[in-house]
């Protein structure tokens, strides 16, 4: 049992500080920012930001052109780099994109992954993850896919409807998922200009952190070459765990960065706002909310270095990473709420950051698995260990 | 202790029931609506509707062309009317003009009345009450105020700095709040195109729900007459307070109404999905949700009520009117983030009217006192009870 | 809508507050009290305090001796008395009798009700209701029963094993729930000395305020003569349901009196002990917890009386009495749970009070349903109410 | 980063976890158990099957006879020990004879060690610290101690009263909190058979997991040679910090140890229970409750993990100690009321050893510091290093 960093990470983490605190908090305000997230322009100038100080796409491999980071490693680096919501879009490691690259690493073929993966790694396109359905389709329960793919000669055809997809707007890959005749799911990848695949229109969403938004996306006779299946037919929900416990962890390091800037921004004004004769910090009524804001830190911190090397033992993690998303996307939810209440007018309005955070936040307790879903997976293991510690 | 409402009250109570559901229920995605509130136009054409149903201002008196509501009476009508964000803008009983209305009525003179009073009632203008001030001015204490008015000749002079101002643009009245030499406060009625009177810019804000949206002041030797002073010099304070403990109530009765609106959406989208093999509401983890919802609509509603009450016995009903306050903005808000939840990707985006509500509601913690000032007071008065008792 | 009580209401209201204060609270340290409640010798002197006042089972009806009150007046009376642990034992208003008394008002034979009923009206007899039973038996779920009675005769015989059947010890009436052969549930009235009537053990119990204690009861081959079935035959859970709604309401009447008493002890503490320079109150860690009780005790007492309005309406009331019960078990714990605290170490030993209704209050929410079983009845109710509304 | 266990401390867990399963289990229902404890003829039976086993006193240094633990290896065996109410005592690293014995360790002189400390760490003797006093003396702040000990020649002479002192009854040692002429504060040894040291009555408390209990001690002219001055005069106050985070931390294990307990205990009787139609654990509502308490297990045993690597170091720790003592003591209540509720009535008789838990564990919010004081501690040194991070 050991909490400490080693010397090159605690390096590494402090790079990532300073490069997030003197290179990309300046930009918070830049206008190019929209409903939909940063503009391409704006998130080509980030990117740029990155690759100049050797800090792009670090959780890539080392020969895609990454850093190789270890989960726990990642932990410190995307906790750092989420401290700005412009970051994770700078260090090229957001949502989706930081999970499909890790999905892409382990199943693609070498061909896709020149064609997709490494323009990926080195931040010039996107992509978008295709598997959320509107009712009666794949929400919460994904066996619930009704996109369909049918074998046509050396292609597959598929028709569908997709919504909340997440970088719709500007990506250049899509991963499909898809049902098959046999009641199987399979993984396609596609250029986003091919004939049939219709961005039919973006959603307005309380966050805007994320690059290319969320659209709603219909395929029409979308053809697909069989060379593009992602790994094998009827394989798509084991991929889909592949990349899923380690994408959720990832999004729960960066909420963390974002839960912490709160924190300080309000730790901030709780010195310097006088009410009733003294700082606000130092009536109890704030004060209690700033100690609490620091145990949930920091047990999401716990939780998360604590999954981070159970994946690192080459574990699947499940049971740990759905108490992770559950423990961090309500512990950050806390924090970020109270930092809202202790900077009153100013934590509702654009003129802190915290209103940002707080919108961007909600959703974290309903992507990558409504913390329903987690809970109901939780409580059956549960169940299923005690009932084998009686036999 | 009777809960029942009279047959006139039940029949007004439908009425505006069936006003919001039929005339205002459609126009929600008027496109007319900015991060700002509704267009003026727009606010003008549901003005115009309230008047054709005889629903406009029904809070002023009758000899001032209202329905002469009582506090009672008003709790089952604003919470009809809140049942859409755009209910209370169509009524006229949005912040802050229905407080400034009941302030006007109680401490205006005649010739006051006339000229700001009775085009307010009549939906011809809006006002705005300029009392908040930037750091290190007044902000959840009031003792800190520092726009000052200085007599000269027979017009004071005011110069100050306010924000948070609501409904700021487009008000033809302001009611400022200012200090005088000997250290009191006074409110000054004056129109918003005078010299000296400037709206700096307009904030962004999590919410979108108030015509006029929220600004910044500035004052720069803005001349009131002596004549324009609200009342009496050097009572600022107490009016304050005759103004607030009904405007807080007011505000709670409106916020039931969208929390209902939130909760009746989430019902009907947990009867109508399916996960997992039922109806997402048969999930006792989304059940039981639901009844919390109704729980704490309900003590919500009952605390109001009860509040209204005291109120209507003539009593000041601070005590009352801080817990209902508490009460309601943190019942509300656990209800809507529930609903939130419970829509699952559709609560987090404009799929449904319930993003809309959250954005909306959050400032209710905050607003017309934030809850831990209630507390706060509501703690020395419990304390000095106490120490009664024992004597 | 009015909040007001009558005159007469209000003078019964102060005289009990002053009968506890005066005949009662001197009480509570008396040695004849134990881990299962008060002995029988000291229940007859409460009683006999209570006869001499007035004051004795004041829920029953004018002919059977008490003062006929009303769901509304007795939630006024009740709370008074719950003020002390013994207040409802020398009222003759705990439970399980309250509850026993209202049951055999409305359907026991005038010879049942002069038999049983009047000795339990005059204080001088106690009785116990034996309908839960041990796994695999009736708990939660009533339909899983398994004590059965089978006729023979002019009798029915009965088997079967109950358990936490409170006032077990002393009592000389039961009232049994069992099985008939048909599937249905019948209840008997019996003299608990009748043979094959056994007191098998009396159960620990957190609580200890209930005469009688909690007992395991068996029948082994218990006759009870065809004149003694309660009711029709069959009719045993149509019975219940008569006994439950009200009886479950008179739990929250007397549980609120508990709770404003733990609060009225923390806040003469919170005045009186100083620590780190003033008073403990006077620190908001403190007194936003006293806020907090007001607003729990404050909506409790709102929801209990609006219920009760709804049974004095003459309505099941089923739906608000479970909110009623969920509301108040939860909204009267919190405020215990916050009195201890504030008391410190003085609020976990028999120093104050305050560490007796602690015990006492834990078993509300598991008592006369889970809250997990109304929350599910709850939600039921919700979403088949709201299919309705869309139909 | 690493939470991996080393082999031999896998061992000497499982060994711990085998010992209490197969040792102290069966002596849980031993009739040798008081309202004040185990009695000390129950406490020797226990400790002697400690000895056998090599698990005595185990947080002893290696050559007072123990083995040496460090804070991470306490962490580990506690939370085994405190599986069962008896396992602390058995090993005898119950509170707080396992602070004092890490008081004495750092501080004692050899003389004072050998006659007191050696003994202790054989189980041969029990101790008490006696600073917590009556109001207006030292509670929560315990710069209000009003304790005094005179210079008399060779000795001190002792004036006071204490309360709460755990352990009081049947200790031969006790260590004394008092205030100095000069205002300092100073602690004492002393044999509690000495005249002056006066055991005045024992306390009513809600735990009964406490060898000994809580007594009332009164000192009156109680002599004291200087030579049982434990370190230098003066510095009594640093000496209990020296006692506190530790002795805080091992308090968090053992409860974390007995919330375990009550969990495994409820997902047993969740997988056994059967209502309406299905384990009860399949019910959401109970799954759920049984999820968080997984999660709140998990982050208090990495809260402790985190804090005895801190302390391991060699830090003070003052700080991680106090969100460790936060979280432990809040996450652990979370966890034991939500068993009750799963249980039922089981819950709250003494039919599960839920009940006993719950009593057991409601004191830890208050003892070793309030959660209160923690959070104002926290808070001021959250406020400090902000205000350091702007300059």
Known sequence: MNFALSAELLALQAKVRRF?????LPMENDPRQTAHGPSAELRQELVEKARAHGLLTPHASREMGGLGLSHAEKAIVFEEAGYSPL???????????????????????????????????QGHIRSCFAMTEPSPGAGSDPSMLTTTAV??????????????????????????MARMEDGSATMF??????????????????????AGGHGVLRFENLRVPASDVLGEVG????????????????HCMRWLGQARRAHDTAC??????????????EHQGVGFMLADNEMDLHV??????????????????????????VISSEGIWRVIDRCVQVLG????????????????????????GPNEVHRMSLAKKILDRAAAAHV
Chains 1, 2, 3, 4 share one sequence.
């Open 20 to 24: 997030i605190a003197e290179e990309i």
């Open 189 to 210: 990848l596609t250029d986003t200009d091919r004939p049939g695949f219709v961005l039919e229109r973006m959603m307005d969403s309380l966050d805007s952190c994320f």
């Open 345 to 368: 007018g100013q934590g509702v309005t654009g003129e802190a950051i915290v209103e940002r955070i707080f919108r961007d936040a909600r959703s974290f307790r309903i992507y990558d």
């Open 268 to 281: 901030a004004y709780a010195n310097s706002r006088q009410s009733f004769g003294k700082p606000l910090g």
């Open 300 to 325: 999401t911190r716990l939780a998360i270095w604590h999954c981070a090397w159970v994946l690192d033992q080459g574990e699947r993690g499940n049971f740990e990473s759905s108490m992770a998303k």
């Open 87 to 121: 970051g994770p879009i700078a260090l090229n490691i957001h949502a989706p994109d930081e999970g499909n690259i890790h999905l892409l690493e382990v199943v693609a073929t070498p061909a896709q992954k020149d064609r997709w993966l490494r323009p990926m790694v």
């Open 235 to 250: 394989k798509g929900f084991r991929y889909a765990q592949v990349r899923l416990a380690p994408a959720r962890l990832t």
């Open 151 to 176: 074998r046509d000669g050396n292609d597959y055809v598929i028709n569908g409807h997709k919504w909340f997809i997440t970088g719709a707007e500007g990506a250049q890959l899509a991963i499909i």
